[in-house]
T-cell receptor
Framework: QKEVEQNSGPLSVPEGAIASLNCTYS??????FFWYRQYSGKSPELIMF??SNGDKEDGRFTAQLNKASQYVSLLIRDSQPSDSATYLC????????????WGAGTKLIIKP | EPEVTQTPSHQVTQMGQEVILRCVPI?????FYWYRQILGQKVEFLVS????????KSEIFDDQFSVERPDGSNFTLKIRSTKLEDSAMYFC???????????FGQGTRLTVV
């Protein structure tokens, strides 16, 4: 059973601080990793994707991948109240025919 | 910017009725998916579709579900005889290639009464 685990939260972060979201996955064959943001009642919206070990930065967002430890994280710098949402980690694996395996999501609350 | 579109945005149906949820994937994408999300729960995979056939389906996708790509643009999910527990948000997604990111439509909120 391939699993993606996330702390459900809520994670409360003061405005302007760095929010750190973590995700672990069980399948070592996982090949690509995605962070989606989901506002209540809305569809998942892609924030970042990462394929290789290391860091990938896009604006205020940084995705970090460590395949040896099987974790992927998302850092949000200068957190804004509009960043308050549920962040979903999703993983593509060849064995699952490349369909996304989803974590349950971490609810992030940015406090003004 | 190209996007996945879904209709209707909200569907209310009586238990036992058939519903068809419609999706128009991004035009140059080849892989299509349906997911559902029951309120407060995680996103669940239903089915993937490639080259005009189902490539994978989950345990949820039983005989009451079917998918079709009736023409070059639409991708539909049919639920033959809806049950109360089918009430959920249904998301369509498409990918350009199998290992690339999936783009989601805005979802159809299905309410079975």
């Amino acid at each position: 059973q391939k699993e993606v685990e996330q702390n459900s939260g809520p994670l409360s972060v003061p405005e302007g601080a760095i929010a750190s979201l973590n995700c672990t996955y069980s399948d070592r064959g996982s090949q690509s990793f995605f962070w989606y943001r989901q506002y209540s009642g809305k569809s998942p919206e892609l924030i970042m994707f990462i394929y290789s070990n290391g860091d990938k930065e896009d604006g205020r967002f940084t995705a970090q991948l460590n395949k040896a430890s099987q974790y992927v994280s998302l850092l949000i710098r200068d957190s804004q109240p509009s960043d308050s949402a549920t962040y979903l980690c999703a993983v593509n694996t060849k064995d699952s025919n490349y369909q996304l395996i989803w974590g349950a999501g971490t609810k992030l609350i940015i406090k003004p | 910017e190209p996007e996945v579109t879904q209709t209707p945005s909200h569907q209310v149906t009586q238990m036992g009725q058939e519903v068809i949820l419609r999706c128009v994937p991004i035009s140059n994408h080849l892989y299509f998916y349906w997911y559902r999300q029951i309120l407060g729960q995680k996103v669940e995979f239903l089915v993937s579709f490639y080259n005009n056939e189902i490539s994978e389906k989950s345990e949820i996708f039983d005989d009451q579900f079917s998918v079709e790509r009736p023409d070059g643009s639409n991708f539909t999910l049919k639920i033959r005889s809806t049950k109360l527990e089918d009430s959920a948000m249904y998301f369509c997604a498409s990918k350009r290639d199998r290992n690339t990111e999936a783009f989601f439509g805005q979802g159809t909120r299905l309410t079975v009464v």
